[in-house]
T-cell receptor
């Protein structure tokens, strides 16, 4: 089956620093990737849709200047949390669209901002 | 606004029991309904349903969709402790975005 990886799987950073999370589709090309955030005991919330070669589409309430998304190739999308604060601590999950209707999830990245 | 509602939100059963998880939805331009199992990390795919009335089965798990009544159920028979997880229902709309329900936490006790 299609495999999506994320790196890092776990990161701790100081408040005010920026953190980059990578999402890669390992055995397929993904023109569209999605970034989700999941707070403890809550469901996944879509943050943005990342399209290869164009700007990401952000969901209402998600600050595009804070959560920078780059989809530079058909196998890689990155999410950069800029000037991270403790309230940004969360579980960030990406998914990649392999074909019509199919999305495969990465293993997630646990971000803790001190 | 697209909405997915799961019930119950939490369930505790004994090994061997059968459980039924419910998912109702309201979305614009429905494309498909998906069930995921989430343990400690990201969700793992269980089923994708696009047509009404056609049951999908995988081992002890099965699922069916009713597009007229806008709901789906996920059945787990002869539950095992390894079935303990959060089960997520998600619906894909015309915009290809997945809208998730809050999830159902299943605990299977030995």
């Amino acid at each position: 089956g299609a495999v999506v990886s994320q790196h890092p799987s776990w990161v701790i950073c100081k408040s005010g620093t920026s953190v980059k999370i990578e999402c890669r589709s390992l055995d397929f090309q993904a023109t569209t990737m999605f970034w989700y955030r999941q707070f403890p005991k809550q469901s996944l919330m879509l943050m943005a849709t990342s399209n290869e070669g164009s700007k990401a589409t952000y969901e209402q309430g998600v600050e595009k200047d804070k959560f920078l998304i780059n989809h530079a190739s058909l196998t890689l999308s990155t999410l950069t949390v800029t000037s991270a604060h403790p309230e940004d601590s969360s579980f960030y999950i990406c998914s990649a669209r392999a074909s019509y209707n199919e999305q495969f999830f990465g293993p997630g990245t646990r971000l803790t901002v001190l | 606004e697209d909405k997915v509602v799961q019930s119950p939100l939490s369930l505790v059963v004994h090994e061997g029991d059968t459980v039924t998880l419910n998912c109702s939805y309201e979305v614009t331009n429905f494309r498909s309904l998906l069930w995921y199992k989430q343990e400690k990390k990201a969700p793992t795919f269980l089923f994708m349903l696009t047509s009404s009335g056609i049951e999908k089965k995988s081992g002890r798990l099965s699922s069916i969709l009713d597009k007229k009544e806008l709901f789906s159920i996920l059945n787990i028979t002869a539950t095992q402790t390894g079935d303990s997880a959060i089960y997520l229902c998600a619906v894909m709309s015309g915009s290809e975005k997945l809208v998730f329900g809050k999830g159902m936490k299943l605990t299977v006790n030995p």
